[in-house]
């Protein structure tokens, strides 16, 4: 490891260890609730069309991602509101009346809360979160507002049925958009190994610019500055979609060759 990167985890370690002081008072415990609509596998497998609503998705989380109906765009969900990234390269805000065929949220409390170094990438980000989540066996909501002088995310055009399954549709249309000097936010979980089949095994996010005009699904990046948020969640719950579609996709097996092909490449 960089010694430069040592330093890095040491100086927000301290910086986490000064905001929550001895003599503050013990925050009380919530029971967050990580909310998720359908599996990952069943997007893999091509399951494009959800029954749920955005409407009905606000009720159970402010915070999250996932995509829209027919992957029509890299859904990201920030404060309340509801985007998509598109493949043009511009983010729409969304219907309530929108739905979604998988995405991934939580009403957003974080406990912890620490300043980043300069000069992460994505890797090293991942390795002082790492540092820095106190139960990892528990699912994790993260928010991470900086900026950053590289953001590589992409987005996918909508599709028509009959779907392809995922990995294919990226490799052949994935368009990836490398911003620079940007500032904005960052979604995601860190999830553990045993989601596998049910969602992402370790980091995955979501990014949008603060003005709401670019984002997508994070590749890589590169940060000068930000803070990170962390809701430490102890619930899980799932909802499967209704539809003949979800009773005809294979759903099991250890995917996780596609799992890195469509949220890692
Ligand atoms: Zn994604």
């Known amino acids: 490891m960089p010694r430069r990167l040592s330093l890095s985890i040491l100086a927000a370690a301290f910086a986490l260890a000064a905001c929550g002081a001895d003599d503050a008072p013990a925050p009380q415990p919530v029971m967050d609730t990580v909310f998720q609509y359908s599996t990952v596998n069943a997007l893999l497998s091509g399951l494009y069309d959800g029954d749920m609503t955005l409407a009905e998705l606000a009720a159970k989380g402010d915070t999250g991602l996932g995509t829209i109906n027919g992957i029509d765009g890299e859904l990201i969900v920030l404060d309340g509101k509801f985007y998509s990234a598109l493949a043009n390269g511009t983010v729409r805000e969304l219907k309530p009346e929108d739905k979604t065929p998988f995405a991934v949220v939580a009403h957003f409390r974080p406990e912890r809360q620490a300043g980043l170094p300069d000069g ?13 989540v106190q139960a990892p066996n528990h699912l994790q909501v993260i928010r991470i507002d900086g ?37 904005g936010s960052m979604i995601g979980f860190r999830m553990p190994s045993y989601v596998a089949g049910i969602n992402v095994p370790g980091y995955h996010f979501h990014f949008i610019t603060d003005d709401r005009k670019q984002g997508g699904h994070v590749l890589d990046l590169e940060l000068s500055s930000g803070t990170i948020k ?15 579609a979800f009773q005809g996709v294979k759903l099991g097996g250890d995917r996780m060759d596609e799992i890195d092909a469509v949220e890692r490449r």
């Open 120 to 132: 992460l990438d994505y890797k090293s980000l991942q390795s002082l979160t790492d540092q820095l």
């Open 147 to 183: 900026t950053f002088p590289e953001m590589k995310v992409r987005s996918e055009p909508k599709q028509s049925p009959p779907y392809r399954p995922l990995a294919e549709v990226l490799e052949d249309e994935q368009v990836v958009f490398e911003l620079e000097n940007v500032t």
């Open 230 to 244: 962390i809701d430490d969640v102890s619930n899980f719950e799932m909802v499967l979609p209704t539809s003949a």
